[in-house]
């Protein structure tokens, strides 16, 4: 299941818009304490983007015609941004990603 993420502090559930546009730190709305990626949320946002790039390319090896790889790459990378939100989960401090 896919919950959206919350506060470390007050357990603040976000909305799926202020998360949407998330960097490294925010403030939350509720307690205004900093909250911070986790390490294992920067992994999972990076696995699951990090091929995105690459689909078009390998299409257009694969003589694939614009059209289509328009058709295919542009409703994958909206899922990821329509995912990316509940992919998020928040600590006190800032972790290192290795």
């Known amino acids: 299941m896919f919950w959206l993420p919350k506060c470390w502090s007050c357990n603040y559930a976000f909305k799926w818009r202020d998360s949407m546009f998330f960097t490294r730190r925010k403030k939350c709305p509720n307690c205004n304490k900093i909250q911070h990626i986790t390490k294992e949320s920067n992994w999972k946002i990076g696995v699951i983007g990090a091929p995105l790039p690459f689909v078009p390319i390998i299409l257009n090896i694969l003589s694939v ?34």
Do not use: G, K, T
């Open 65 to 98: 015609p614009w059209l289509w790889i328009c058709v295919i790459s542009i409703p994958l990378i909206m899922n990821y941004f329509i995912i990316l939100p509940y992919q998020l989960r928040f600590a006190d401090e800032e972790q290192p990603l290795f």
